[in-house]
């Protein structure tokens, strides 16, 4: 038995509906059921269409298959990571010089250029990535992503700005601590220096033997004063240079200390000054002392004039080493023991 419909043989005989198509069999005279039917069936779109025209030497099945081409968009950059960008540079760069955090042109550039390096990439992940389906217009999602971005770099930058001004710091108040260390003890030692000079000493000499111990003693300080006190001058302007260089490459250091940082450099540089001025007067003092022994040993009656200089120099030498210990103690502290 056959469906008169489609045409597929029925295996059961009292099938009353086709398994296939679902025709009534019931319905069907019975001579329609013995023999399949022949299943005429409405001309497709492609049957109906007019066959494709071919030129001579071409057929039909050299003609390339249709296929469903996708054609892919471009992405689009816009505007938002340069705008963004833009604001970046130019408002880290005022930033810097306003909150104190610039510490040299080049090392500026290396922050702004490290905070682009991480700004961009950044941006267009916020804006196609993790954006993306929370925020659909794309001009509020570009700006968002913007913000952000513009926020972590410059948050980022700014921190390691900071590190470095504080390294600096560190690293400043260390080599001034370095020479402050050697420098120090030089105070207690010019102190013991002055304190046996004159306990050797013999201010009113009777006879040659002591005048000739006095020349030996005035002799041997002369050369070890101008020493000292050159180095220690030489010392401090050295540690001034380098805390005045250092607030030139590094401005921020001033301005993060208040200004305390130039004032100490202004006050190496007057410590310095009274060192050069106690040195010197030292050396007067020792060479008036010089002479008026050198006159006593050849008999020189205006031997005199010269313990009377020796004397006020002396006075001034005590003075110009209180005024020096004094400063230095106002910067350093007491002197460790």
Known sequence: MFC???GIKIQLENANFCSICGFDLSAAPKGDLSKPVPIVHPPSDDQLSPAPTTQPGLSIASTPPATDLKVKQPKKWGWGWYIAAGIFWVGSSNSYKDYGLFCGTE???SLQLLGLA????LYFWLRNKLLMRKITNQGVRSFVSGLIAWFVAGFLVAAIADIKIRTDAKQ???DTRSILIRLAPQLEQFKKQDTDLWAAYTPEPTNRNQIQTNISIVNESLSANEAKYVDVANSLHTMSSLVEKKLKECPAIEKQSNGQYSKFAGQ???????ADRLGRLNQDLLTNLLKYNQGLMQGDPSASTYLNAAQLTRAEVGSADHEYQSLFEEIW???PK
Do not use: R, Y
């Open 4 to 6: 008169p419909h489609c």
């Open 107 to 109: 090392f500026v550039n």
């Open 118 to 121: 991480l700004l961009v990439p």
């Open 172 to 174: 400043l108040n260390q």
């Open 268 to 274: 190496l540089e007057t410590i310095a000054t009274k």
């Open 333 to 335: 502290g007491p002197p």
